[in-house]
């Protein structure tokens, strides 16, 4: 609330803001080679600080960034998420939701944010810490991106914690599970 309080009296609109999405590069797919998650630490909705790569072993993991306060793409994003989530499949998967705004979102609102859509055990938010969000969304996108935004992309890493896909924008249901089949099925070297 503070940051949308600030730029309304700075007169900056929100769509102009620098939370608003950022649109990714058309395109996306496979990342040859797969490249080994960065070391950093994120913070669970149950306050446990956690390695993100701990975060992703052992299975199939598709991770998305987002914040709370986003009322555009994030909770669609949200939505997908917990519903993927909580589909049976035959492989494993799972789902983390990292908010990339550590000023205002903490484990509480993470939860609450997941609520809204549904929780399942398999989908899972938290927060990295502050120093770290632009190297994460910059490892995640391919590139350098402008700090405090992000796309609607989903990234694929395989059990062994590595990036082994981007999708393009907004990727369908179909889509994922696709990705889900393929990764899961050990066809990401």
């Known amino acids: 609330m503070r940051r949308r309080r600030f730029l309304a009296l700075a007169g900056v609109p929100a769509c102009l803001s620098p939370m608003a999405p950022l649109r990714a ?61 909580g589909r049976p499949r035959p492989q494993p998967a799972r789902w983390l939701s990292i908010s990339i705004d550590t000023l205002g979102d903490d484990p509480q609102r993470m939860r609450a944010w997941q609520a809204r859509f549904g929780l399942h055990p398999s989908w899972l938010a938290a927060v990295p810490d502050t120093a770290d969000v632009d190297r994460l969304s910059e490892f995640l996108r391919g590139g350098p991106v402008r700090p405090g935004t992000h796309g609607t992309q989903v990234f694929v890493f395989d059990a062994q914690a590595r990036l082994v896909h981007r999708t393009a924008d907004n990727p369908s249901a179909a889509e994922l599970e696709a990705l889900i089949r393929r990764y899961a099925g050990g066809d990401s070297a």
């Open 25 to 85: 590069a058309p395109g996306g797919g496979s990342v040859a080679p797969a490249q080994p998650a960065p070391a950093l630490t994120l913070t669970d909705t149950s306050r446990h600080r956690t390695r993100f790569t701990e975060l992703l072993q052992g299975q199939t993991t598709l991770v998305q960034l987002m914040f709370t306060g986003c009322g555009t793409v994030c909770p669609a994003q949200g939505l997908l998420f917990a519903t993927l989530a």
